[in-house]
């Protein structure tokens, strides 16, 4: 089956660690995306990927860093620099990163602080 | 800026009723108007999408949505509400030739509760 996969579902992140999101999709789509959710405030894009070896900052990109050395894999690393990094972290794919393009969603990971 | 407005947080509705959710974008010229479902704890799934031609889109799972122009308008519609469609539903809106940053933006979000 086509789609796109997350790992873990519940991430647990202790004081000053940085953790890693995984992001993995098999519909050879070029572009890439991570968003942010926290109740109320809907969808905030995090990092943006038009295509491999290329990433861009979307609209609050401090305390996270992400890397594109393969076109199925996106991963997002939260950073002890991330102050608040309690919420719903979604990863989506598009065929290319027009705006006509249809984003594809995978079924996240809930990042929690101890 | 390009801006979503969602107006309604929470909606209730009882099962078989009709439902409207509100979406007014805030834009300079004709955009790409999307709107998704997120279950609880789950990814987002598209529900349907408008570019161009018919203002009245058909989606999926019974869902349509019709375009207004010069309300700046996107409003989801159901005509009988199941209760399988208790979820969290969001508007989006992209514009042609924005890339990347700006592929898509999502409203805050409306939670529909439908009651038995």
């Known amino acids: 089956d086509g789609g796109i996969t997350q790992s873990p579902k519940y991430l647990f992140r202790k004081e000053g660690q940085n953790v890693t999101l995984s992001c993995e999709q098999n519909?050879?789509?070029?572009?890439m995306y991570w968003y942010r959710q926290d109740p109320g405030q809907g969808l905030r894009l995090i990092y943006y990927?038009?295509?491999?070896?290329?990433?861009q900052k979307g609209d609050i990109a401090e305390g996270y860093s992400v890397s594109r050395e393969k076109k199925e894999s996106f991963p997002l690393t939260v950073t002890s620099a991330q102050k608040n990094p309690t919420a719903f972290y979604l990863c989506?794919?598009?065929?290319?990163?027009?705006?006509?393009?249809?984003?594809?969603f995978g079924p996240g990971t809930r990042l929690l602080v101890l | 800026a390009q801006s979503v407005t969602q107006p309604d947080i929470h909606i209730t509705v009882s099962e078989g009723a009709s439902l409207e959710l509100r979406c007014n974008y805030s834009?300079?010229?004709?955009?790409?108007l999307f709107w998704y479902v997120q279950s609880p704890g789950q990814g987002l799934q598209l529900l349907l999408k408008?570019?161009?031609?018919?203002?009245l889109v058909q989606g999926i799972k019974g869902f349509e949505a019709e375009f207004k122009r010069s309300q700046s308008s996107f409003n989801l519609r159901k005509p009988s509400v199941h209760w399988s469609d208790a979820a969290e539903y969001f508007c989006?809106?992209?514009?042609?030739?924005?890339?990347?940053?700006?592929?898509?933006?999502f409203g805050s979000g409306t939670r529909l509760q439908v009651q038995p």
């Open positions: 989506a794919s598009s065929a290319d990163p027009e705006p006509g393009e249809t984003q594809y």
């Open positions: 519909l050879n789509h070029d572009a």
């Open positions: 990927s038009q295509i491999v070896n290329d990433f």
């Open positions: 834009y300079g010229a004709t955009p790409y």
């Open positions: 408008y570019f161009s031609g018919d203002t």
């Open positions: 989006a809106v992209a514009q042609k030739g924005d890339r990347g940053r700006r592929a898509l933006t």
